[in-house]
């Protein structure tokens, strides 16, 4: 697991209060980790917190997997 | 007339994360007060509380047992507490795993004279140095008094009345009445009923201390400061925790062959029509709201046996034991008085329904707790029976418990053995 997707998974945990071992990347936040649509933005304030990256509203919408996450913070963390 | 009966009870004190902790604390005259932790308190005029403790404490609170931790994350800890004592309160019931059928005939009434000031504080930093884009999703409905009925009725799937008290600290006395009405009028056949309350943090604590309403004189000896009806007491100590109920009705808790504690057979309301923290100079407001309790459950002052007073250890203590004695006579007719804020501060909107989970438990076990720290009883004390100092053991058929808020609003309820 790449340096990203393991932060990424952390923070899901610890948000979500959901065991480690089933935040895979393939997760998907609403079906299969029991978040709902606030629980959503909360996660993303959290990343951008974690990786100083934006995640603006429309590609916010976008994430409903661990991986769209670790996927659109690989691309945008310049950092 | 429906009768309305308790069949179980809740508690998160700062004596214990649970009923019988919290209870034989209380009889064992230990003391919840100590220096402020939850934050540092050390610019303060008053630096001390009594707080709930953490779960490694000999009688910690334990929020995991019975709260997501998602929840816990998300909603201030009034709410935690009280989304535990009403857990607590539901299982003590045996009412755990409910038929759909009396889902629907069972509701949530469960308060907070506050609510979650902890939180509005945390984020209004948030909101000023960071701006409005960082504030917490989960902010509004994390703090709203009426969420720990909310909360509570998601978690058990509840959907019989949804309601929630504010009347400072006058809540939890008001939430039982009121859902003890519910339950006469026949919109429920079970109500979970209390408050709850958790606001010691930097502005909770300053508010008071600026009101001039808490101790700021014993901050060296924290558990001599909470002292009512004492020549030296000089103000209240702030509390925090939870107290719930389950009410029920009468034949519905035989015809399931619950455990019934009491009868809630009387509740008296009433407003100062005075001042927005001081009491009726004559106390005319509380003496309306017991006589009122007592004439509804057809009762006389002498069939009291236990009261457990508002005694806050301010100066208005000496204005509830004059109404106490224009209601049951001036030596209280053979009943015993005493304030458990003694021991556990003041617990503001969950005060009321944790000191009737108290009367109940006097009526169980025929004891009534101590005041204490009352080693110089004020004027006018004489012929009363405070209770000082340790528990006593006598008859305990009826109770009157009294709770006054802020805005002068005042709640009595009486509530007596069933046979």
């Known amino acids: 697991?790449?340096?990203?997707?393991?932060?990424?998974?952390?923070?899901?945990?610890?948000?979500?209060?959901?065991?480690?071992?089933?935040?895979?990347?393939?997760?998907?936040?609403?079906?299969?980790?029991?978040?709902?649509?606030?629980?959503i933005v909360e996660l993303v304030m959290a990343f951008e917190e974690e990786f100083g990256v934006e995640i603006p509203d429309d590609a916010a919408e976008k994430i409903t997997t661990v991986g769209d996450a670790t996927k659109f913070i690989e691309e945008h963390n310049k950092g | 007339m429906r009768r309305v009966v308790v069949t179980g009870l809740g508690l998160v004190t700062p004596l214990g994360g649970d009923v019988e902790t919290s209870w034989a604390n209380i009889l064992a005259s230990k003391n919840g007060a100590g220096p402020i932790t939850h934050f540092d308190a050390s610019d303060q005029k008053c630096t001390i509380a009594c707080e709930v403790k953490p779960k490694?404490?000999?009688?910690?609170?334990?929020?995991?047992?019975?709260?997501?931790?998602?929840?816990?994350?998300?909603?201030?800890?009034?709410?935690?507490?009280?989304?535990?004592?009403?857990?607590?309160?539901?299982?003590?019931?045996?009412?755990?795993?409910?038929?759909?059928?009396?889902?629907?005939?069972?509701?949530?009434?469960?308060?907070a004279g506050i609510g979650g000031l902890p939180g509005i504080e945390r984020e209004s930093i948030v909101l000023k140095e960071r701006g409005p884009g960082r504030v917490s999703p989960h902010f509004v409905h994390g703090r709203l008094i009426n969420l720990?009925?909310?909360?509570?009725?998601?978690?058990?799937?509840?959907?019989?009345?949804?309601?929630?008290?504010?009347?400072?600290?006058?809540?939890g006395a008001h939430s039982?009445?009121?859902?003890?009405?519910?339950?006469?009028?026949?919109?429920?056949?079970?109500?979970?009923?209390?408050?709850?309350?958790?606001?010691?943090?930097?502005?909770?604590?300053?508010?008071?201390?600026q009101a001039r309403a808490l101790n700021m004189s014993m901050n060296d000896r924290p558990t001599?400061?909470?002292?009512?009806?004492?020549?030296?007491?000089?103000?209240?100590?702030?509390?925090?925790?939870?107290?719930?109920?389950?009410?029920?009705?009468?034949?519905?808790?035989?015809?399931?062959?619950?455990?019934?504690?009491?009868?809630?057979?009387?509740y008296g309301l009433s407003g100062d029509a005075y001042h927005v923290t001081a009491p009726h100079p004559e106390g005319k407001g509380a003496e309306l709201a017991m006589n009122m309790a007592l004439r509804k459950a057809g009762m006389a002052a002498g069939d009291i046996d236990y009261v457990n007073a508002h005694g806050t250890s301010t100066m208005a203590d000496t204005i509830e034991l004059s109404a106490v004695k224009r209601v049951l006579g001036d030596d209280l007719s053979g009943a015993s008085m005493s304030s458990t804020k003694s021991a556990i501060g003041h617990l503001l909107g969950g005060a009321g329904a944790v000191e009737a989970i108290f009367?109940?438990?006097?009526?169980?076990?025929?004891?009534?707790?101590?005041?204490?720290?009352?080693?110089?009883?004020?004027?006018?004390?004489?012929?009363?029976?405070?209770?000082?100092?340790?528990?006593?053991?006598?008859?305990?058929?009826?109770?009157?418990?009294?709770?006054?808020?802020?805005?002068?609003?005042?709640?009595?309820?009486?509530?007596?053995?069933?046979?």
């Open chain 2, 56 to 111: 490694d404490h000999e009688y910690g609170f334990d929020a995991d047992k019975r709260v997501d931790h998602k929840v816990q994350r998300q909603v201030d800890p009034f709410i935690v507490y009280g989304i535990d004592a009403a857990g607590q309160a539901l299982e003590d019931a045996g009412l755990e795993d409910m038929s759909d059928d009396l889902k629907i005939r069972t509701g949530c009434s469960i308060g």
């Open chain 2, 148 to 171: 720990i009925s909310g909360q509570v009725s998601i978690k058990y799937g509840l959907m019989g009345p949804n309601h929630a008290v504010v009347t400072a600290c006058s809540t």
């Open chain 1, 1 to 39: 697991m790449s340096d990203t997707a393991d932060r990424v998974s952390k923070i899901v945990v610890e948000h979500l209060g959901v065991e480690a071992d089933k935040v895979n990347q393939e997760a998907s936040f609403i079906d299969d980790l029991g978040a709902d649509s606030l629980d």
């Open chain 2, 224 to 266: 001599e400061a909470s002292r009512p009806y004492d020549k030296d007491r000089d103000g209240f100590v702030m509390g925090e925790g939870a107290g719930v109920v389950v009410l029920e009705e009468y034949e519905h808790a035989r015809a399931r062959g619950a455990k019934i504690y009491a009868e809630v057979v009387g």
């Open chain 2, 359 to 419: 009367c109940i438990l006097a009526i169980r076990d025929q004891i009534v707790p101590p005041t204490l720290n009352l080693q110089n009883p004020d004027e006018g004390t004489d012929n009363v029976d405070l209770v000082p100092l340790v528990a006593k053991k006598r008859t305990v058929n009826a109770v009157l418990n009294n709770s006054f808020g802020f805005g002068g609003t005042n709640a009595s309820l009486v509530m007596k053995k069933v046979d």
């Open chain 2, 176 to 209: 039982i009445g009121d859902a003890a009405r519910m339950i006469r009028d026949d919109d429920a056949d079970i109500m979970l009923a209390g408050g709850a309350e958790s606001t010691i943090n930097p502005l909770g604590v300053a508010g008071f201390a």
